[in-house]
């Protein structure tokens, strides 16, 4: 597993902390482009000749040798991560408080073999306290999640959240219903219009949206929950193995012996699920490709569609 994590106190001076983070990591390398010549005797292709509509990514070492490479289409837009994940770093840093950016932790992930990364940013100082209905004390924090990939198959993406500092819970934001503007989520596909700057322009306002989602936490926290509902709403759920619902079951109970009998404890054992392997509960396919990170950052997109679905808001309306 690639993972990098990177602290920093307000007593050390570093004007760019992103920056620090990325160099020698999985993700800082250079790439090229080049054509794609095919051979006469293929596809009955007379000739030896560029292939139209397709080009190479090649992918460098850092002694510029070729390390792999894959193919794209023409109008495809070439970047590297570093000036991915460098367009958001900057607004983030043209509109952060410093002290904020002085506290950041961040981890770095990667998967098939780099093709794939993802950068997550958690802002320590733009936090607020949960109680929850057994007195259950925790904090959470603004969290910045960005991946990207470099060969078609994933698209330019980012999402807000917050992190969990007493379980160090990873969560990811669904829309807030009292503020229809609020952006949490951006999703582009790279094409050849990509521009790095609009696409992380909403980013101005993430410290606003947080404090607007950490309201709606703070509502979790305080609504009872019956565990018999929370266990309902886990067996309904659709298109889920036995084993993971039993996963599941077991993480909400552990959950509500923590934090009571409310809305946030069954949140908590969904954002559990996302943010651990937990190998004594969910099966884990082993496989000898890198895909590890890639595929624990699944487990996220499917809490998100279950935050967002129909039965999420039902059940948090019952229990208001």
Not at 173 to 202: E, I, P, Q
Request: with cysteine; net charge negative.
């Amino acid at each position: 597993m690639n993972d990098s994590i990177a602290l920093f106190s307000q007593n050390t001076t570093i004007s760019d902390p992103f920056e620090e983070s990325f160099n020698g990591s999985a993700l800082d390398f250079d790439i090229g482009t080049s054509s794609i010549y095919l051979d006469g005797n293929w596809a009955n292709n007379p000739g030896y000749g560029p292939a139209h509509g397709s080009k190479a990514i090649v992918k460098y070492d850092k002694w510029r040798n070729i390390d792999d490479w894959w193919i794209v289409g023409s109008d495809y837009f070439v970047k590297t991560h570093k000036e991915f994940f460098g367009g958001i770093e900057q607004r983030i840093i043209d509109t952060f408080d410093p002290n904020d950016i002085a506290t950041v932790k961040i981890k770095t992930k990667s998967a098939r073999n780099g093709r794939w990364g993802l950068r997550e940013y958690v802002f320590p100082n733009i936090g607020v306290p949960i109680v929850t209905t057994n007195g259950h004390e925790t904090s959470i924090s603004l969290r910045i999640i960005a991946w990207s990939g470099l060969d078609g198959k994933t698209a330019n993406n980012y999402l807000l959240g917050a992190f969990d500092g007493y379980c160090t819970n990873g969560q990811v934001f669904t829309k807030a219903a009292d503020k229809d503007t609020a952006v949490v989520k951006k999703y582009k596909r790279n094409t050849k219009g990509f521009d790095n700057d609009l696409f992380s322009v909403t980013l101005v306002d993430a410290a606003e949206i947080f404090y607007t989602k950490a309201r709606e936490y703070e509502q979790y926290a305080r609504q009872p929950l019956p565990h018999r509902n929370g266990i309902a709403f886990i067996e309904a759920l659709p298109n889920i193995s036995d084993k993971k619902q039993e996963g599941l079951l077991t993480l909400y109970m552990g959950e509500i012996a923590t934090r009571g009998e409310n809305v946030f404890a069954l949140h908590s054992a969904f954002t559990n699920y996302s943010s651990h392997i937990n190998k004594d509960l969910f099966r884990t396919r082993e496989t000898g490709s890198d895909i590890h990170d890639e595929r624990m950052f699944k487990r996220e997109e499917e809490v998100l569609a279950v935050l967002e679905s129909t039965q999420w808001r039902d059940l948090t309306s019952l229990a208001a």
